[in-house]
């Protein structure tokens, strides 16, 4: 088990909690979906990766962006990263070499603000500051969704959603949270 703290990364074993990446702290881990082998640590300061090899951990820092990465998710297009003051980053590896995209207005958001993003249906939807968005990668642009505007109306301010194991959806908006059913007939809450 893998311990995100203030202090960094800690392994926890046998009810003993070791050092295997000491900065300052570490928000969350997952799982890389291109090298199965590696995790990716969001930390206070970037992104991290982890690799054990043997009895000991590898750590490298992943270059290019140094912004608090409490939001990450991945998916075929790269790493994202949402920063509720400084945009969306796309994090993309070709070739090896670490790419950093960032992503604003310019892009199909309201700004800069607010922005967060979670996994929901095995898709990355992208909460803004009014109104939340999907990624078209043909345009490389964002744009409203159509399924959680149709719930939550085109201007809301959605601040988290979190699916269950059922497939619901729970959400904490600017002015309420709640359950999202997903029903035969469409969404309910």
Known sequence: MLLAH?????????QRATSIYNAQGTWNFQPDI????????????????LNRVADKWE????????????????????I????????IFKVTRPGGETEVA???????????????LFK????????????VYEYDA??????????????FGENAKVRRLQETATGDVWFITENEFGKINLTENGPDR
Not at 80 to 87: E, F, L
Not at 102 to 116: I, K, T, W, Y
């Open 6 to 14: 203030v202090k960094g990364a800690y392994l926890i074993d046998d």
């Open 34 to 49: 291109i090298d199965s082998q590696t995790i990716i640590a969001g930390t206070y300061t970037g992104l991290t990766t």
């Open 59 to 78: 750590t490298a820092d992943v270059t290019g962006l140094e912004e608090s990465c409490r939001f990450v998710e991945q998916d075929e297009h790269g």
């Open 80 to 87: 994202w990263v949402a920063h509720p003051y400084r945009g």
């Open 102 to 116: 960032v992503f604003d207005e310019r892009h199909g958001l309201p700004s800069r603000l607010q922005n967060h």
């Open 120 to 131: 929901i249906k095995n898709e990355i939807v992208f909460c803004a500051e009014r109104g």
């Open 138 to 151: 043909l345009n490389n642009r964002f744009v409203p969704s159509e399924f959680f505007n149709g719930v």
